[in-house]
């Protein structure tokens, strides 16, 4: 049974850090592409950053220099180390792995950040 679990989420200051983690079972991260996603309240849920299974990693434009997506095959899970973080990083965070015929999501994680 394929099954993504996120944690890390909380709540932040500005300036502030968090490393969001999405733990992966029944499934071998490394073959897939991974994503980030995320959903401020009232807006749609928009791509962050992916990392492919060759390792090339690609950000939006919003947090580049920011953030950084990376993954631990031998923990088989995925991370995205959130620097400088601003209010408008707000928002549920969501990983998705896929290639093709394939794609899963996690359940969210919630990063608030706020003075």
């Known amino acids: 049974q394929v099954q993504l679990v996120e944690s890390g989420g909380g709540l932040v200051r500005p300036g502030g850090s968090l490393r969001l983690s999405c733990a992966a079972s029944?499934?071998?991260?490394?073959?897939?592409?991974v994503a980030w996603y995320r959903q401020a309240p009232g807006k749609q849920r928009e791509w962050v950053a992916t990392l492919t299974s060759s390792g090339s990693t690609t950000y939006a434009d919003s947090v580049k220099g920011r953030f950084t997506i990376s993954r631990d095959n031998a923990k088989n899970t995925a991370y995205l180390q959130m620097n400088s973080l601003k209010p408008e990083d707000t928002g549920v965070y969501y990983c998705n792995l896929k290639r093709i015929g394939e794609s899963y999501w996690g359940q969210g994680a919630q990063v608030t950040v706020s003075s």
């Open positions: 029944g499934m071998i991260l490394s073959i897939y592409t």
